[in-house]
């Protein structure tokens, strides 16, 4: 959606992102960014790198996790957070903490569940586990209905992401 059209939408109400500049700000600054390649951050964890910055994890990379025949990306959208400012290489104490909040009152499954390890955020198995799939389908030993069933799974990961960054986003609001 392009700013002309939130700016002439009719009413934003108090509290939400749409009416918070630093939000909004976080936004443009989060578009600004281009990997390398020139590629812009993905849109499906554009959202969840925007308030994990808000809440003081400078993040370094992401993906919204992809799958395709030739074997791109990994099946998880995952987010690396810088660790250094902590200076000690320790994972940082406030995710897994806003994860065990995130899952207190929530059932998911351990293939789509989000980990924190080794500075990275991320959806279903560890990552070794991921490459290993995504060199499988690489290579072509994954086709048809194993690429199908890949394929739901990660939607049902990304949609896992999804719901952590409105749980953080609603954290940030200061709601519990």
Not at 4 to 28: F, K, N, V, Y
Not at 61 to 86: K, M, T
Not at 144 to 171: C, N
Request: with cysteine.
């Amino acid at each position: 959606m392009s700013a002309h059209l939130r700016e002439s939408a009719p009413t934003i109400p108090q509290g939400s992102p749409a009416s918070d500049p630093e939000w909004q700000e976080m936004l443009r600054a989060v578009d600004r960014v281009r990997d390398a390649l020139g590629k812009a951050v993905d849109p499906g964890i554009r959202e969840t790198v925007a308030v994990l910055n808000l809440l003081g994890s400078t993040t370094r990379q992401s993906c919204e996790g992809h799958v395709n025949e030739r074997g791109f990306g990994l099946p998880s959208p995952w987010v690396d957070i810088d660790l250094s400012p902590r200076g000690d290489g320790m994972p940082d104490p406030r995710i897994r903490r806003l994860l065990d909040d995130f899952y207190r009152s929530r059932e998911s499954s351990g293939d789509i569940r989000l980990r924190w390890e080794d500075g990275r955020l991320q959806a279903g198995g560890d990552h070794d586990g991921l490459e290993r799939v995504r060199r499988r389908v690489e290579a072509g030993a994954l086709a048809g209905e194993d690429l199908r069933r890949l394929g739901a799974i990660l939607a049902s990961r990304q949609e896992e992401m999804r719901d952590f960054t409105e749980f953080l986003k609603e954290r940030r609001r200061g709601r519990p």
